[in-house]
Protein backbone atom coordinates (compact mmCIF):
# COMPACT_ATOMS: atom_id res chain seq x y z
CA UNK A 1 0.00 0.00 0.00
CA UNK A 2 1.62 2.87 -1.43
CA UNK A 3 1.84 6.22 1.42
CA UNK A 4 0.06 4.00 4.39
CA UNK A 5 1.84 3.09 7.30
CA UNK A 6 1.66 -0.41 7.83
CA UNK A 7 1.55 -1.92 11.23
CA UNK A 8 5.46 -3.00 12.53
CA UNK A 9 3.95 -4.62 15.67
CA UNK A 10 3.65 -8.17 16.58
CA UNK A 11 0.14 -7.21 18.33
CA UNK A 12 -2.97 -7.16 16.27
CA UNK A 13 -4.73 -3.98 15.75
CA UNK A 14 -8.26 -3.74 16.75
CA UNK A 15 -10.28 -3.40 13.65
CA UNK A 16 -13.72 -2.61 15.98
CA UNK A 17 -14.66 -0.58 18.60
CA UNK A 18 -14.52 -2.41 22.14
CA UNK A 19 -17.80 -3.51 23.90
CA UNK A 20 -17.41 -2.37 27.43
CA UNK A 21 -20.44 -4.19 28.26
CA UNK A 22 -18.86 -8.07 27.04
CA UNK A 23 -15.82 -7.60 28.88
CA UNK A 24 -15.98 -4.95 31.72
CA UNK A 25 -12.39 -4.00 31.52
CA UNK A 26 -12.01 -1.89 27.97
CA UNK A 27 -14.39 0.87 26.79
CA UNK A 28 -15.38 3.14 23.80
CA UNK A 29 -17.98 5.93 23.50
CA UNK A 30 -18.43 9.30 23.99
CA UNK A 31 -18.54 11.13 27.25
CA UNK A 32 -22.60 10.27 27.48
CA UNK A 33 -22.13 6.99 27.30
CA UNK A 34 -19.59 6.93 29.59
CA UNK A 35 -21.66 9.13 32.20
CA UNK A 36 -24.48 6.05 31.75
CA UNK A 37 -22.10 3.65 32.46
CA UNK A 38 -20.87 5.20 35.58
CA UNK A 39 -24.34 5.60 37.02
CA UNK A 40 -25.13 1.93 36.09
CA UNK A 41 -22.40 0.83 38.09
CA UNK A 42 -23.38 3.18 41.37
CA UNK A 43 -26.55 1.00 40.98
CA UNK A 44 -24.40 -2.23 40.89
CA UNK A 45 -22.34 -2.18 43.07
CA UNK A 46 -21.69 -6.24 42.17
CA UNK A 47 -20.63 -5.54 38.64
CA UNK A 48 -18.88 -2.53 40.22
CA UNK A 49 -16.66 -5.30 42.01
CA UNK A 50 -16.32 -8.07 39.35
CA UNK A 51 -15.14 -4.90 36.77
CA UNK A 52 -12.50 -4.07 39.05
CA UNK A 53 -11.23 -7.32 39.84
CA UNK A 54 -11.03 -7.67 35.82
CA UNK A 55 -8.99 -5.04 35.62
CA UNK A 56 -6.73 -5.48 38.17
CA UNK A 57 -6.44 -9.21 36.73
CA UNK A 58 -5.91 -7.67 33.28
CA UNK A 59 -2.91 -5.45 34.89
CA UNK A 60 -0.97 -8.41 36.45
CA UNK A 61 -1.30 -10.36 33.68
CA UNK A 62 -0.18 -8.10 30.94
CA UNK A 63 1.83 -5.48 32.86
CA UNK A 64 4.07 -7.24 35.45
CA UNK A 65 7.64 -7.11 35.60
CA UNK A 66 8.54 -10.92 34.47
CA UNK A 67 7.41 -8.98 31.17
CA UNK A 68 9.34 -6.44 31.33
CA UNK A 69 12.25 -6.24 28.70
CA UNK A 70 15.39 -4.63 30.38
Known amino acids: MEGAQQNQ ?3 PM ?4 IN ?3 NGV ?7 STA ?3 NYLTD ?3 LAKEMER ?3 K ?10 MIL
Open 9 to 11: SSQ
Open 14 to 17: PCNP
Open 20 to 22: NFS
Open 26 to 32: AGYGNPE
Open 36 to 38: WYI
Open 44 to 46: DLG
Open 54 to 56: NGR
Open 58 to 67: LVETKHNWDR
